[in-house]
């Protein structure tokens, strides 16, 4: 895993916006039409090329296949694992349930998702690694591809996936730098597996997390030995708390979220940490967030993951001010921060200045070698919806880049 050794480097969470033709192909096959599958294929084939040039062209470092071939970053799994079948109510947040209107009003917006979240049915294990060995040649193909584009640019060309840097806005960086391409690849984490795919097959819900993280094993080392990162997505260490654990006291979600971090550390047994990063959020949607548990609480329990580097909101109005606890908080010298700096729930874009004003708060805290300027979650959580706009959500990707170019010059500048 690269680390910002020059520079703030820049990554985001790994959704982004689909297509029409995308969300056509993805759609259906959820739904099981007859298509030409030769051709859905090559729309999203074609969609991730496009979609990893466009990262590269606005400055993101650590780029990902916007997980064009996934209609969900937790339901895709049905195809990839056995035990799956039917469907399950939606069941929205606590924070939510107590704001009935706003409720409806982001239902009728699109916000409630459309497709199946079957249920564990049956035994779980490793059913057909085809989609996942797809999507990884289709990434690994836009890399080449943006290698050839930033070639034949002028770019200097040196290991795979290199382009140079060009400043943005007012605050390009002093001298130019040649911007190694980087790759991550979302997994869904044994937790967030079972919070929207609840048990209805074994005794207990740890028997249920156990073989599902050996059933996802299987993903995780194939994504990592293929050369790219992994990114486990686990949105249950903080969602959880004000949904599948709604009802439960705080004690006993901690040390519920401490088993998933336990199941999931067995199942990256075989993956070295710095090959890993791991992404927590309270949810990506526009609510009071009122009932979501503090990070002071969870870092505890989140720092125990394998994972090197770690993703968490820190632009979302009810997290931005814990910076602080990583202040306050001892945070283990090998693990890096990644940092939501702009928000993905909002079509503001955040100006760069306040980018940089982030990024500097928590490399001041763990030093900036050890920071990635990130985004709070994806821009496209499932296909068909995203409440940023697809071209503000490129804007907020350039705002990033510009803002930890900025940062850099402050940080570089006061080090030097």
């Known amino acids: 895993m690269r680390t910002s050794t020059e520079r703030i480097l820049t990554t985001h969470v790994g959704s982004l916006p689909r297509s029409r033709a995308v969300t056509d192909v993805v759609f259906g096959r959820e739904r099981g039409e007859r298509i030409d599958e030769t051709a859905g294929a090559a729309v999203i084939a074609a969609a991730v090329k496009q979609i990893v040039l466009r990262q590269a062209e606005v400055g993101v470092d650590v780029a990902s296949d916007g997980e064009m071939s996934k209609i969900s ?64 040649a289709n990434l690994k193909s836009a890399l080449a591809e943006a290698h050839r584009a930033g070639a034949h640019s002028g770019a200097d060309a040196g290991s795979p996936g290199e382009r140079p840097l060009v400043g943005r806005g007012e605050h390009p960086l002093e001298e130019p730098h040649v911007r190694p391409l980087e790759a ?70 901690l040390s519920l979220a401490a088993k998933h971090i336990e199941v999931l550390n067995h199942a990256l047994r075989n993956v070295p940490a710095e090959r890993v990063r791991m992404h927590i959020c309270w949810g990506n949607y526009e609510g009071p967030h009122h009932h979501d548990i503090p990070l002071e609480l969870l870092l505890p329990v989140v720092l125990g993951g394998k994972p090197q580097a770690l993703l968490f909101e820190a632009a ?101």
């Open 73 to 136: 970053y937790a339901t895709y799994i049905k195809d990839r694992i056995t035990g799956f079948d039917g469907d399950t109510p939606r069941e929205p947040g606590q924070d939510l349930v107590e704001f009935p209107g706003l409720l409806k009003k982001l239902a009728e917006s699109g916000a409630t998702a459309k497709y199946r979240r079957p249920r564990c049915v049956g035994p779980v294990a490793v059913k057909d690694m085809r989609p996942v060995a797809t999507d990884i």
């Open 316 to 416: 979302n109005p009810r997290h931005a001010h814990e910076w602080t606890v990583f202040r306050e908080m001892r945070v283990p010298e090998e693990k890096i921060l990644i940092p939501g700096v702009v928000s993905t729930t909002t079509n503001y874009v955040e100006h760069p200045r306040l980018v940089a004003e982030r990024l500097c708060r928590f490399a001041d805290v763990v030093g900036a070698q050890r920071v990635i300027a990130g985004t709070d979650c994806g821009f496209g959580t499932f296909a068909g919806f995203g409440p940023v706009d697809p071209d503000v959500a490129f804007m907020k990707l350039a705002a990033l880049a510009e803002g930890a170019a900025l940062a850099s010059e402050r940080l570089w500048r006061r080090s030097g």
């Open 184 to 253: 991550f690849m979302n997994s869904a984490s044994p937790g967030v597996i079972a919070l929207f795919q609840p048990n209805d097959y074994y005794r207990s819900q740890d028997e249920y997390l156990e073989s599902v993280a050996e059933a996802m094993r299987a993903e995780y080392e194939a994504i990592a030995g293929a050369g790219l990162l992994l990114q486990i997505d686990a949105p249950d260490l903080g969602m959880g708390r004000h949904t599948m654990y709604r009802s439960r006291s705080t004690e006993e979600y």
